[in-house]
């Protein structure tokens, strides 16, 4: 029972998250500037996004209440903060700041920390090591597309 309680605290905190970060890009998908840039060719179409992200914190709140249970450190907890806040802030650096190369640097922030979680939990996660396996692919793809943005405009 208490693995389901962490489940639905993690679910909470990962959506919020998500509704933070959509509010704090204010329609940037749909902005001027956004809808002018040169985007990557493998861009995926809008609603993969939404699908994306809530399939990664489903999976990333399931891998993080095992976490939690099994080991409960401030270090798990300190680096969830971390990954909160560089997934949030992304959103009003790039879509609102329109900083593409600091949105880069914490892209890459992002996706270093969550390869960390892998690399330092997985023997003990061991299989479900695999939950959190979307989230780092996801931030590769949205790592490559920052970049490209970056690079051709």
Excluded: E
Aim: proline share 4%; glycine share 6%.
């Amino acid at each position: 029972m208490k693995l389901f309680k962490y489940i639905i605290v993690f679910l909470i905190i990962n959506f919020g998250a998500l509704a933070i970060g959509s509010w704090l890009m204010d329609n940037g998908p749909q902005s001027h500037w956004y809808i002018n840039l040169n985007k990557a060719p493998w861009t995926p179409p809008g609603w993969v996004f939404g699908a994306a992200w809530t399939t990664i914190m489903v999976c990333f709140s399931i891998y993080m209440a095992y976490l939690y249970k099994l080991l409960g450190t401030p270090k798990v907890l300190l680096l969830f903060s971390l990954q909160f806040v560089l997934n949030v802030i992304w959103n009003y650096i790039f879509f609102n700041l329109h900083l593409v190369g600091l949105g880069l640097g914490v892209i890459l922030a992002l996706t270093f920390l969550v390869a960390l979680f892998l690399v330092s939990f997985r023997k003990k996660m061991k299989v479900k090591s695999a939950l959190i396996l979307p989230y780092l692919i996801w931030l590769c793809i949205a790592t490559s597309l920052n970049a490209y943005i970056l690079f051709y405009n």
